[in-house]
């Protein structure tokens, strides 16, 4: 059976809210929504092969690696469980990743956490209470965020909790931003005859509705929202790695390379992801790590590339 997905819901996932992501996951979100919202069809990006049975994508748990727990960070991250399927990308939830982390925190085997990141964002609604987590789980056991190969927005949000930030040579970190899209269809709808009459109570109730073009006072609104996320965000971020407000603000939401962030010390440490892993298990293994041991990583991080 196929798996259902409620189009309107995840609409309201990623119009009219905080979003800690990049224009381009917002495009990419909007690119399969949009045609389905507005009946387009005909318009829908052809179907991509992969993505697997979600259910039994559901069911796979903690791998350990020696004695590391390597846990992805893939794909759009959002407060809730969800998918969109193949047509977009993985969806990750905040209340799973921190399951996933509670369990490797529990594990009699595990010293030490790596996140194996590969994520443009998503939304900023759970970020915040995820990051703190991870900051205070940092004191049961070390946690890595490996850049394998981005980490933008929530996903950077998370990996400044960590003990520390291992990046890829040629991957990225940044857009410590926030953003926000709505989306009007009153043309298509006078287009087509259709008026929608909308009753309701409460200033604010109708604001951002998609029939009508946007008020000033929920442009005012947006702001308000936009500053609050705004400071959470960096402000957090400047708690974290310890670095001054101002020097946060002041990357303006820029994408940085490894090595510039690693000047500007958003980053702690530049190596390919192998190399890293390698390294870390070294330090529980009291010796240089055997061949053996390096395919077993390597292994254990392919398996779990294509788990949510």
């Keep these: 059976m196929s798996h259902l997905i409620n189009y309107p819901h995840l609409a309201s996932l990623a119009f009219n809210t905080p979003l800690y992501a990049t224009p381009d996951l917002v495009q990419s979100v909007r690119s399969v929504l949009e045609p389905r919202l507005l009946g387009r069809l005909n318009e829908l990006p052809e179907r991509m092969e992969g993505g697997g049975d979600p259910e039994a994508r559901e069911m796979q748990g903690l791998r350990v690696v020696g004695r590391l727990a390597i846990i992805p960070v893939h794909g759009i991250l959002t407060a809730r469980a969800g998918q969109i399927d193949a047509l977009c990308q993985e969806v990750l939830s905040y209340e799973k990743l921190r399951t996933r982390i509670n369990a490797a925190l529990r594990h009699e085997l595990v010293e030490e956490i790596v996140l194996d990141m590969q994520s443009g964002g998503g939304s900023a609604m759970g970020c915040k209470e995820l990051a703190d987590f991870i900051q205070a789980s940092t004191a049961t056991k070390p946690i890595t965020a490996l850049v394998n190969f981005a980490s933008f927005s929530a996903c950077y949000f998370l990996a400044a909790a960590c003990s520390r930030i291992v990046c890829s040579p040629t991957g990225m970190v940044g857009s410590i931003g926030?953003?926000?899209?709505?989306?009007?269809?009153?043309?298509?709808?006078?287009?087509?005859?259709?008026?929608?009459?909308?009753?309701?109570?409460?200033?604010?109730?109708?604001?951002?509705?998609?029939?009508?073009?946007?008020?000033?006072?929920?442009i005012a609104e947006i702001d308000r929202r936009l500053d609050n996320a705004y400071s959470t965000f960096t402000e957090s971020v400047a708690s974290y790695r310890g670095l001054d407000l101002a020097a946060v603000t002041g990357t303006e939401a820029r994408i940085y390379s490894a090595e510039d962030a690693l000047a500007v010390r958003l980053i702690d440490e530049v190596a390919p992801a192998q190399e890293a892993l390698d390294s870390i298990a070294a330090r529980y293994s009291g010796q240089n790590t055997p061949r053996r041991a390096r395919v077993s990583a390597r292994a254990g991080a392919m398996n779990l590339q294509n788990t949510l």
């Design 178 to 218: 926030v953003i926000i899209e709505t989306y009007e269809v009153s043309k298509a709808e006078e287009e087509f005859g259709i008026k929608f009459n909308t009753y309701y109570r409460g200033a604010h109730k109708n604001d951002c509705s998609p029939h009508e073009p946007i008020t000033d006072q929920a």
